[in-house]
């Protein structure tokens, strides 16, 4: 039997076939994920519970407190997030090719990689963080700054969807993971953003789903930080469903 293209070129998977996969993997590895995942989210689940991003609502631009609450609590939020999100990738990536990993080798992979390429990384960083920020604070300030933005926004932010994962997997520093994910994505933004948004909204639906029992239960600190971790833990299999999705998709670039 001859070979067919279809056999020797990789395809891009459709959505529910990354979900398999992920659920999968997900299922293999999760008791070794799960004390990493616990962790790693654990800060940033603490932090809210202290400083809930509803509170932004109460915004008074008037006050210096208040600024201080809305860009203090939006950027530790995200780069939390993006901390832990590192970390799970790191840590399936050591697990599906080493056969094994520890969870401290996890952080000293992270500090290498960020210590590799630490200028590049932190300038980057730095970047993200002032453009970030003068973009609230515009929008905050002129919320017609908010919608004129938001498109070339949700554009870049689309091409720059794998940019966590190419860090991750790859030894390269920020700035090449960027440069590596608007590769994969180009000629395919709009197959990339549907994708994208989709796992948002099963991971938003699967939360929700989640924390429902939540609120028959008696509310304190300590409890909210406890399930609402639980929640992040849970949900880390979206984090594994992106990994799927970069590798396919990085495999079957043009």
């Given at each position: ?48 519970a202290f ?63 960020y ?7 932190t ?6 963080f002032i ?9 905050v ?31 390269v520093?920020?700035y ?79």
């Amino acid at each position: 039997m001859t070979e067919t293209s279809a056999d020797i070129y990789p395809r891009e998977f459709a959505i529910k076939e990354i979900l398999f996969i992920s659920w999968e993997i997900y299922k293999s590895h999760y008791a070794a994920l799960f004390p990493l995942a616990f962790v790693v989210y654990l800060p940033l689940n603490i932090f809210l519970a202290f400083f809930p991003i509803g509170n932004i609502v109460e915004f008074d631009a008037s006050k210096y407190d208040s600024w201080f609450k809305i860009f203090g609590t939006m950027n530790l939020a995200v780069y939390l997030s993006f901390f832990g999100n590192v970390a799970l990738a790191v840590a399936l990536r050591l697990r599906l090719y080493s056969g094994d990993y520890k969870i401290t080798s996890v952080f000293r992979e992270i500090a290498k990689k960020y210590c590799s390429h630490i200028r590049a990384n932190t300038l980057i960083l730095a970047i993200v963080f002032i453009s970030f920020n003068l973009w609230m604070y515009c929008s905050v300030i002129y919320p017609v700054v908010f919608m004129v933005l938001l498109i070339p926004i949700v554009v870049y932010l689309v091409y720059w969807s794998f940019s966590i994962y190419v860090f991750s997997f790859k030894d390269v520093n920020l700035y090449q993971s960027m440069k590596s994910s608007y590769a994969i994505v180009s000629g395919r933004w709009l197959k990339v953003f549907i994708y994208v948004a989709a796992f948002i909204f099963l991971s938003v639906i699967t939360a929700l789903t989640v924390g429902l029992p939540y609120s028959y239960m008696h509310d304190t600190i300590i409890m909210r930080i406890l399930y609402t971790n639980l929640i992040s833990v849970i949900t880390s299999y979206f984090v594994v469903a992106f990994i799927v999705f970069y590798v396919n998709f990085d495999d079957t670039k043009i």
